[in-house]
């Protein structure tokens, strides 16, 4: 059975989240994330729904910590579901990146942005 990972990321960082998104595709996982254009002209409620539903359906949670990540309420609100719902969470510091980590997030395990390390840690 296929295994749902979903990625929280700060949308400036798009870009490793797609190169993400191509490494578990290709470990047989099945990413899934909530897009800016998901989110665009949602209310609050309605992209707190969002988030809740994909969330529901995950069984692990990756944060990319970039330059912005910690001020974004998005993603604090994505930590504190996770943790919530009891899914297996980590979080990467992304490469030339000096971003804070959120608060909520301070005590999970962190990984390296490597493929290898990534997928050993989902399958450990």
Known sequence: MTKNVFISYHFSNRDRQGQLEFWLLEAGYKPDAVYEKDLNGESEQAGKRKLQ???DKAEYVIFLV???AHNSPWIRFEVSEARK???QVFWI???NTSGAVPPEARNLRQLRYEKDEIIWALRH
């Open 53 to 55: 539903e994909k969330l």
């Open 93 to 95: 510091q992304l490469p």
């Open 85 to 87: 719902r009891g899914l």
């Open 66 to 68: 970039g330059q912005d």
